[in-house]
């Protein structure tokens, strides 16, 4: 029996992905579990694997599509099976295109801004216009998402594309044919008089060009990523809260934990310790693991700790699930492998969901201090500086010291500055004494 196959729902914000490459050929048989497809997200690129064993008799999105979720893509059968793969193209085509029956899905654009008036034009043989585009009673332009988002990337000016979607909106096919055979702009007007000779301009400086700017068009994480510090900077109130923390126990038990592993071939990173203390004053504080959500804040019931990773395409975060409940040795682990993913572009949807408050460590690159942009809906992130020998008074006398800085934004609508104070506290505290992370 043949077996349908739809693009698939990434993580719960995802209406739609990117169909990157296809693994298997037409033809090729596709075995349970086995790779079927790439699919690149606003996070991610994802490995799609297949749910039955079959051959793959169709694949009816090309490499490079931009397909909405639940799309289909594929079909899996015997290779003796009757299915009609030109009604399932059809079918796939339909739900590649845009709905033109879902108003749900209109943008209005405003329209140019008309040309300042002019004297009356003496009388001129009027050339055809081209047909408006459809404008509301607002005046504003309808015009669907993928439409405009097609417009915008080709320069297409609006004004002058006839809308063929309900209601005269235009819709992704009216830009395509935009693309193809730009419309002609409207005649220009004969002007009311030849106005006299203006004295010539000088002559402007010759320039000498010292290079071509370029162009680089976004990834789509990484306008995810400028959608979401945006949407965060300008909607959250930040402040932050900074504190020293001694990292000398830290650093001597990481080396003897390190030292008894060793068999096992990982290491503990210092931000592996970081996170679980993070994760066991998170507990502790649950209204730092929460979320502002109009006139209710969420106090999530999981304590699941992002960590950014810096990957080719951008910032990425990885989520170390019940990081409170979990030993060093699991937050290690998951934490390796998940980022390993991310910086090969291939990660599980699950690892870079449900962060309810997130690290970011910039100690590596030398970083001593800096502040971070809270990740919505999360009320907190924590900035993490480097180790660095700094002078200390112990018991009276001035002593070597490793000392770290770390940083939390937090969303004063959720967090005071006191609350804010005490957490970090608690985390300096539990870095301090790290032995208490173990029990």
Request: hydrophobic share 45%; net charge negative.
């Amino acid at each position: 029996m043949s077996e349908l196959i739809t693009m698939p729902k990434l993580g719960f914000d995802m209406a739609e992905g990117t169909l990157l490459r296809w693994v298997k050929e037409v033809g090729e048989q596709v075995n349970k579990g086995d790779v079927l497809v790439e699919v690149e997200t606003d996070k991610a690129t994802v490995e799609v694997e297949a749910f039955s064993s079959g051959i793959l008799r169709g694949a009816f999105v090309p490499e490079g599509t931009i397909t909405p979720v639940g799309a289909l893509i594929a079909v899996l059968g015997t290779a003796d099976e009757a299915i009609d793969l030109d009604a399932l193209q059809a079918q796939a085509n339909k739900d590649v295109s845009e709905d033109d029956d879902d108003d749900d899905d209109v943008v209005e654009a405003a329209p140019p801004a008309p040309a300042p008036a002019a004297p009356a034009p003496a009388p001129v043989a009027e050339a055809p216009a081209p047909a408006a585009a459809p404008v509301a009673n607002d005046g504003m332009i309808r015009i669907s998402p993928v439409a405009q988002r097609m417009a915008m990337a080709n320069n297409v000016n609006l004004s002058l594309v006839k809308g063929s979607g309900p209601q005269g909106r235009i819709v992704k096919r009216d830009i395509e044919a935009a693309i193809a055979n730009p419309p002609a702009a409207p005649a220009p007007e004969a002007p009311a008089a030849t106005p006299a000779p203006a004295a010539p301009a000088p002559s402007a400086p010759k320039v000498t060009a010292q290079g071509e700017d370029t162009v680089v068009e976004l990834t789509r994480m990484r306008q995810a990523i400028a959608r979401g510090v945006t949407l965060s900077k300008t909607t959250i109130p930040h402040f932050q809260v900074t504190m020293d923390i001694n990292m000398a126990k830290v650093m001597d038990l990481r080396k003897t934990l390190n030292a008894q592993l060793a068999d096992e071939g990982f290491k503990l990173s210092f931000n592996d310790f970081i996170v679980k203390a993070c994760a066991i004053a998170l507990r502790k504080h649950p209204s730092v693991n929460a979320s502002y959500q109009g006139d209710t804040m969420v106090q999530f019931g999981r304590v699941n700790v992002g960590v950014a990773v810096s990957t080719p395409t951008g910032l990425m975060t990885v989520v170390v699930k019940d990081a409170d409940i979990k030993a060093l040795t699991a937050i290690s682990k998951e934490t390796r492998e998940m980022a390993n993913g991310a910086r090969e572009g291939k990660v599980n949807p699950d690892d870079v969901t449900g962060a309810t408050f997130t690290t970011s460590n910039l100690g590596m690159y030398g970083v001593s201090e800096f502040t971070a942009i809270i990740t919505a809906p999360q009320s907190a992130i924590l900035a993490i500086g480097g180790i660095r020998d700094t002078p200390i008074v112990q018991d009276g006398e001035i002593v070597p010291g490793k000392m770290m800085k770390v940083t939390i934004s937090a969303d004063h609508r959720v967090i005071d500055g006191a609350l804010a104070a005490e957490f970090v506290r608690d985390v300096r505290d539990l870095m301090q004494n790290p032995m208490r992370m173990l029990v």
